[in-house]
């Protein structure tokens, strides 16, 4: 047989390269002896002879080309399962398989036990996983080709496919997408048994009502539903899995989504768990085009939770995320680790042998722990940089000692005892009754104290006034408290108080993954908090107990560095003996403990201890008790173990875990402190600064409330002498715009008749002035009929100005036959004004406006839509109040005072004037506005407006800080803004331009451009050659971007503070300004410095721009999404992060106040509801008596 045969014959030969692909042949097909191999391929399916089957071997490779899509079977393998015959450890090509080959030998030198490999072994063992190298890149790009590049691989032979179709999804790559469906049908779920295809947006619509049978037809049917797809709405997942997940005949589900799901991940694989119990239904998650990260991690964590796979396929990117791919990349580095650990063991032969110790060959493989894989933060092995703090920390209730309100002589009832009298009866002799003693009305009011009792306080403001400044300059040190305890060691550990200290470390197996964190926490300890200690040790505990030193020794810089070295050796092993390791602390290193003061344990975890929660409780207890020792536990929240990985002698989720540290460190008389990597979630240091803080802020409104009830009881504004004279004038100001002055009195009718016969000499006079002016002579006289007067004339013409349109009355005067008496009759009345308020209708914008958010809210907040609950309800006539009656010498509230329901508003109580139905109308309106609301944060929060926030004008430059900082955000800087390119800049036409800044500057045009196709692309090609390096050179940027012609905005995203002074930066912009307007809005992107963040929202402000930060985006769009699909019954749960930008923090705020006032209304119609039942079975008993006692007097 020459080459070119052989060569056929083994391209023919296929069977095992097809297996190993996940492509299964014939199983019936057995070869002949004496005959070809290839002679018994059997390949279903084919089409007829095309003419390339012909015998030269080029033209039956283009042929095997052509049909190679067509020999897959039904049966296709995931890598899960082509992993199982594939794997190194089913393939035999591990280093405990490569040393079952080798020969033990003793060695007559030491009398050790090695191993001897012939080089044939080791050269064939290296050959065959260099072959499975290759093997796994192969299926690698047989998973990257045609159909499963952009879907991933479809597994099952009845296929749901939903669809979705939301106007994220497909509105800009429409064309695309249904390119890509197409090619799907025809590569993959043509070779099903039976489809079922589901599209779903807002609303859900199928193409067939059950799953059908694949045919002809049925395909041609899928291609042409898939060509009509129209974007629709919004991705409302959980109403398409509730449709197809009742179709039990169904193996396999594919999701195809391209945009956020309406609900969150926790709520899908709950239903779908729920639906799928006790059926095997493979989910298979695909994310298509996501611009966004949040839909692939959604995604992604439903198929972890539901046991399925997952494709993240995006056509801007070739690093693809999917279950498949990264299995076999995983199985691939796991042969490069035993290649490199065989070409590192075995460094020379001795003739036609290779000679290896037992031991470090055993051992090699053990020692690639995954900790030296683990990063770690720069210079975290060298030598400590050892601080000495200026003074001696606190704990927060020592602090408070010092500063809290009583220490300060700042609490509320140490400001008002001087002035607080208590109620005081005596017995007057004289009266011969006993008399209590009255409240001066215009300057005390009723108090209640501390104890429960009530006093008479007298109110005096510029007292009070002052003692409010001081409360909000406690609440600012406080503040300054708590930043200061977030930050640098203090993060993880809190405070360390003691003088004596020792330190109990967690390194059970469980935080493989997590000692470079601890090595790093206590770096930070050692170096920032431990240089003023008396004495300290370390103990770092698994299943046995490792101390650093036998006792405690002093705290000097050289035992520093060399516990430091010490911890840089832990490694992790065992469970965690945590009794073990607080027998060790107390027994050897603190034996002394009652002799010394000012000691302290602290212990940093990671879960929960070996032993019972009270047989610890019970131990430190005992031990802490008597003696001035401390247990102060820092728990490090870390993610679940893994159910594959290793599991935890015992498990307890984060909060148990939390519980039990908090019962141990109560029973010991210590702090809890509980951080994890995203912050702190729990410190007792700071929760005592914040009760003090709402103690103040407590303070202050019952301040406020004082004075408010004085002035409604004096019935008068106070105006205050020692209030400062800025405040005073900016009080008389408005009280001078209030004033208005009084109207001249309304003459009478004989007045207006005597005035004109005065100025109307002629004597010319009608019938009715003549019956006005008139005298009887006697009681007999006649009386002239009356005359009717349609209206009154001016009494005055000084002031010429528009007068509202007054009422139509007509009426006729008379004189009586007694005296000098005048009459009326009215003959038309006027109409009478209803006083109450209708509830308006909300007219909300149909579609998102591109604005701001403050004057979005200009045009739709509460108070322009009309809705503010108080100004609605209640009214001035509306406050139940008592007046001082004279005749019977005390108050009393007004006669129908008990026929309206009332409540209590900030003090004061209120008379209700709605019905039930009119509040009905409110909530109804209310729940619109927020919808409203709601839908503009999410939008805010979507696309590029994420990032960058809304561009508002249409001549815009944008400015990207590239310093050295922004190295590893740079991708996700540079995608962002290509979104921002296309999505906002090009739809709006404007004219822009780009730089780039470090330590010098790069412009992409020297003006502004309009937005075109073709500007657009070339804009997105320099944007991807970005190169992180170098300073933040802000000033220069923003004097080269003043420059551009006809500019109206900046924007400027950047990650810190700029190399050059902030003053002089706002100055020279400042200088700049005064020539021309150009506003500047800055973007906090992944800065958590808060000087930096404050420069940014000053030239914001001082520039006429916004601030805006991304952070907390989606923990907004998952709030957001609660709200829509829970309701807004709740007024604290969910509640919207909190957002420092200003668009987002406006309507945030706007949202909260909204909330308020709808439960404030649903309250008030529950409480009228409740009123009307209350007043009906009054008068149904009150009707009841009367005819009971009406029938007793009928009898005798």
């Known amino acids: 047989m020459d080459a070119q045969t052989r060569k056929m014959a083994q391209l023919l030969d296929n069977d095992q390269f097809l297996e190993k692909v996940g492509v299964s042949m014939g199983s019936g097909t057995v070869p002949m002896k004496g005959r070809p191999s290839w002679h018994d391929i059997t390949i279903t399916d084919l089409e007829s002879d095309n003419g390339l089957l012909v015998t030269h071997i080029n033209q039956t490779q283009d042929l095997l080309r052509v049909q190679k899509r067509k020999m897959q079977s039904n049966e296709v393998q995931t890598t899960e399962e082509w992993l199982r015959n594939h794997s190194l450890e089913s393939m035999q090509l591990t280093l405990e398989d490569l040393l079952k080959k080798g020969d033990v030998v003793l060695n007559a030198r030491n009398a050790s036990e090695q191993i001897e490999f012939t080089a044939k072994t080791v050269v064939n063992f290296e050959s065959k996983l260099t072959e499975a190298l290759e093997l796994y890149h192969q299926r690698i790009q047989w998973l990257l080709e045609d159909s499963r590049k952009v879907f991933g691989l479809i597994k099952g032979n009845k296929v749901g496919v939903l669809i979705d179709v939301s106007d994220i999804s497909c509105g800009p790559r429409l064309l695309e997408f249904q ?68 179709m039990r005949e169904l193996n396999s589900l594919l999701l195809i989504i391209g945009s956020c799901p309406d609900q969150s991940s926790e709520m899908l694989s709950d239903y779908i768990q729920q639906c799928t119990l006790g059926r095997k239904l493979l989910i298979h998650a695909v994310t ?374 908090r019962e141990i460190v109560h029973a010991a008389n210590g702090r809890f402190h509980w951080f994890g990597e995203t912050g702190i979630y729990e410190s007792d240091d700071i929760s005592i600064i914040v009760t003090e803080m709402e103690k103040a802020v407590n303070y202050s409104q019952k301040c406020a409330l004082l004075v408010e009830s004085l002035k409604q009881r004096s019935g008068s504004h106070l105006v205050n002498q020692f209030i400062p004279e800025e405040d005073l004038k900016i009080l008389l100001k408005k009280e001078r715009s209030r004033a208005q002055e009084l109207l001249p009195p309304k003459p009478t009718a004989l007045t207006l008749a005597r005035m004109n016969i005065k100025d109307n000499h002629e004597g010319e006079k009608n019938a009715a002035l003549r019956a006005l002016t008139w005298r009887p002579t006697s009681a007999k006289a006649e009386i002239p009929p009356p005359q009717p007067v349609k209206e009154w004339p001016q009494a005055s013409e000084k002031k010429k100005h528009k007068s509202k349109k007054q009422p139509q009355i007509s009426f006729s005067v008379f004189y009586t036959d007694k005296g000098k008496n005048v009459g009326a009759v009215y003959r038309k009345y006027p109409k009478t004004k209803s006083v109450r308020r209708s509830v308006p209708f909300a007219t909300l914008p149909k579609e998102n406006e591109i604005c701001s958010s403050k004057e979005w809210l200009n045009k739709y907040s509460i108070k322009k839509l009309k809705l503010y609950l108080p100004r609605m309800m209640f009214g001035p006539n509306c406050i139940h109040q008592k007046k001082m009656v004279e005749s019977l010498h005390k108050k009393v509230s007004a006669k129908y005072c008990t026929i309206f329901p009332s409540v209590e508003i900030n003090g004061i109580v209120k008379h209700l004037q709605f019905q039930p139905k009119e509040l009905e109308d409110y909530v109804e309106q209310m729940e619109r506005v927020l919808h409203c609301y709601i839908q503009r944060i999410q939008w805010l929060l979507s696309g590029s407006r994420r990032l960058f926030g809304t561009i508002l004008e249409t001549k815009v430059c944008i400015l990207i800080d590239t310093s050295g900082s922004m190295d590893p955000y740079l991708q996700q800087v540079t995608k962002e803004l290509t979104s921002l390119i296309w999505e906002q800049l090009r739809k709006s036409n404007a004219r822009f331009n780009l730089l780039r800044f470090a330590e010098d500057i790069d412009t992409w045009q020297e003006c502004l451009v309009e937005a075109t196709d073709e500007t657009c692309h070339d804009a997105v090609q320099w944007v991807s050659k970005f190169q992180a390096h170098g300073n933040t050179c802000i000033l220069k940027a923003l004097q080269k971007a003043f420059c551009f012609q006809d500019v109206e905005a900046l924007y400027v995203l950047t990650d810190g503070k700029p190399d050059t002074s902030c003053s002089l930066i706002l100055k020279e912009v400042e200088k700049i300004r005064k020539k021309q307007t150009i506003k500047i809005h800055t973007i906090s992107f992944n800065c958590s410095d808060r000087r930096a963040n404050e420069f940014l929202k000053k030239l914001a402000s001082q520039t006429g721009g916004r601030y805006h930060r991304c952070i907390g985006d989606v923990d907004g769009q998952l709030t957001a999404h609660r709200m829509l699909t829970e309701g807004f019954d709740d007024e604290d749960d969910p509640v919207f992060p909190f957002f420092e930008g200003d668009d987002l923090k406006k309507l945030a705020q706007e949202v909260a106040k909204a909330r308020s006032f709808l439960i404030q209304a649903k309250s008030f119609r529950l409480l009228l509801e409740k009123w009307n039942l209350d007043q009906k079975d009054k008068f149904l008993k009150k009707k009841k008596s009367s005819v009971i006692l009406t029938d007793s007097r009928s009898y005798p």
Request: net charge neutral; charged share 20%; with cysteine.
């Open 288 to 661: 298509y085009e996501c611009s966004n990260h949040v839909p692939p991690a959604v995604l992604k964590n439903l198929a972890e939770v539901v046991g399925g796979r997952y494709h993240c396929y995006s056509s801007k990117s070739e690093n693809y995320d999917s279950s498949d791919v990264c299995l076999l990349l995983c199985e691939s580095q796991k042969a490069k680790n035993v290649l490199n650990s065989i070409k590192e063991t075995f460094q020379g032969r001795i003739g036609d042998s290779v000679i290896g110790r037992i031991q470090d060959i055993s051992t090699e493989f053990t020692e690639l722990t995954p900790t030296s894989f683990l990063p770690k933060p720069p210079k975290h092995e060298g030598p400590l940089v050892i601080q000495m703090p200026g003074f001696l920390a606190k704990t927060s209730v020592g602090w408070l000692k010092t500063n809290g309100l009583k220490a300060k002589k700042l609490s509320l009832y140490q400001v008002l005892a001087p002035n607080a009298f208590s109620p005081v009866e005596e017995f007057v002799p004289i009266l011969q009754k006993t008399v209590s003693s009255t409240l001066h009305e215009k300057a005390m009011m009723q108090f209640e104290w501390h104890d429960g009792t009530v006093k008479n306080v007298h109110v005096d403001p510029p007292i009070l006034y002052d003692y409010q400044k001081q409360l909000g300059r406690m609440v600012r040190t406080y503040e300054r408290r708590i930043n200061w305890l977030s930050i640098a060691s203090r993060r993880i550990w809190g405070t360390v108080c003691g003088q004596r200290v020792v330190i109990l470390v967690d390194i059970s197996v469980t935080n493989s993954l997590y000692i470079i964190h601890i090595q790093h926490s206590l770096r930070l300890l050692l170096e920032e908090q431990m240089s003023n200690k008396d004495f300290f040790n370390i103990i770092a505990f698994g299943s046995d107990i490792k101390s650093w030193k036998p006792e405690m020794v002093p705290s000097n810089p050289e035992n520093l560095q060399n516990a430091w070295r010490w911890v840089l050796s832990l490694q992790c092993k065992g469970s965690r003996n945590v009794m073990s390791a607080l027998r060790r602390a107390v027994e050897v290193d603190l034996k002394d403990k009652d002799k010394h003061l000012s000691q302290g344990l602290y212990l940093l975890t990671t879960g929960v201890p070996d032993q019972e929660m009270h047989a610890v409780s019970a131990y430190v207890a005992d031990v802490c008790g008597g003696c001035d020792l401390h247990l102060h536990v820092c728990l490090f929240n870390v993610n679940s173990f893994d159910p594959s990985g290793i599991i935890p002698s015992r498990y307890a989720s984060p909060n148990e875990t939390a519980s039990i540290f």
């Open 179 to 246: 390119k890509d469906l197409l090619c799907l049908i025809d590569e993959q779920l043509c070779y099903k048994k039976q489809l079922y295809f589901l599209s779903f947006g807002t609303e859900i619509s199928s193409l067939w009502e059950n799953p059908t049978n694949v045919n002809v037809h049925v395909l041609h049917e899928a291609r042409q539903w898939v060509q009509e797809l129209q974007p629709s709405g919004g991705c409302n997942l959980l109403k398409a899995l509730k449709k197809v997940l009742t």
